[in-house]
């Protein structure tokens, strides 16, 4: 599925989100041309995001493509990521992607994982 912009995508981009996902893949020392996120089970409140390099999707990835990135989603997070969207901040204390997520019901107190 190719998602059209914040059109029923299953994750929607900032514009912030998609300048430093644009800068990451030309950077990719491997040739990589998308990013893959997903979530993984850890932290005290049970699952985190994870964004990582990736040239082809997986078997039954979601693809979108907005703003000029292709962004491949883990088929295992797909349900907890519907309706979210990925930022990227540059804080003092913090720097990467955040994402906003409607399905989430609780974070932990440092806020690197979270529960649904």
Known sequence: MFGAPGAGSIVTLTDAAANQ???LIERSEDGKNALRVG???RGC???SYFVEYADEPKKFEEVIEEKGVRIFIDPAATMFLIGSE???VE???QTGFVFSNPNEKG???CG???HV
């Open 112 to 114: 690197e994982s979270f």
């Open 86 to 88: 990925m930022d990227y």
């Open 21 to 23: 996902a644009r800068k």
């Open 45 to 47: 409140s049970g699952m």
């Open 39 to 41: 979530v993984k089970a």
């Open 91 to 93: 804080e003092t204390f």
């Open 107 to 109: 974070r932990c107190g």
